[in-house]
């Protein structure tokens, strides 16, 4: 899949399942922590609620703290760098006490059409967010913006999560209520193979519990 645009058909098969769905999947096959980006979760339209989902290929972002001289800089601001339908995912250093994302960026990114953001860090605006109905995925807020403290270095490159879990442009991200899962393009036929099998177990053991089976029952005949 490297360097080859994914079908249509594979994009809306894959559009179909939950980030549960596909960490389970993502876990089988072996790929880091199931895809996982664990303590980001939904802050807007709603909190960690509601039907939203979205689901794009990734435009990184790096942050690097303010004083850093040695590291690249951008000539452009970089939410200009938004693509239609696609997602912003920011890598702001651990710890930072600021936000690295706010309304006027929102504003910017729904011009371009871009699907949301996913923040490994904090946001501000919250209530601008929801007016605006601009999903947005973070580890936390704060009320202070960025200036003094972080800077974006480069766009477009490999961020790391956790360990070998990292998120490259063209990654495809998705989140929704129960949070966010990375799958990278190497994946994407496997996991909508194994996403649609367990669907189908899924089903029948949903039905069995439904008619009175006992769970453990139930997860011994269809889940083995």
Request: net charge negative; charged share 20%; with cysteine.
């Amino acid at each position: 899949m490297v360097g080859v645009k994914p079908s249509a058909a594979l994009i809306s098969a894959l559009k179909s399942f939950a980030t549960c769905d596909i960490g389970d999947a993502l876990v089988k096959l072996k790929y880091p922590y199931g895809g996982f980006l664990d303590g980001i979760t939904m802050f807007s339209p709603e909190r960690q609620a509601g039907s939203t989902k979205i689901f794009g290929e990734a435009v990184t972002v790096k942050m690097v703290d303010a004083n850093d001289t040695t590291s690249p800089s951008l000539s452009n601001h970089f939410c200009d760098y938004n693509e239609a339908g696609k997602i912003m995912y920011i890598s702001q250093p651990a710890g930072m006490y600021s936000a690295c994302w706010g309304g006027l960026m929102t504003t910017r990114a729904r011009y371009l059409g871009a699907q949301g953001v996913i923040v490994d860090g904090r946001f501000r605006d919250i209530l601008e967010q929801r007016e605006m109905g601009f999903p947005v995925f973070a580890r936390s807020m704060s009320i202070l913006g960025s200036n003094g403290f972080t800077r974006a270095s480069e766009v477009n490159v490999p961020v790391q999560f956790k360990d070998e879990l990292w998120i490259h442009p063209g990654d495809f991200l998705m989140g929704d209520a129960d949070g966010v899962v990375v799958i990278p393009t190497t994946q994407l036929e496997a996991v909508v193979q194994l996403c649609t099998e367990r669907k189908q177990i899924d089903d029948l053991t949903f039905e069995a519990l439904r008619n009175g089976e006992p769970i453990g029952d139930a997860i011994k005949r269809l889940r083995r």
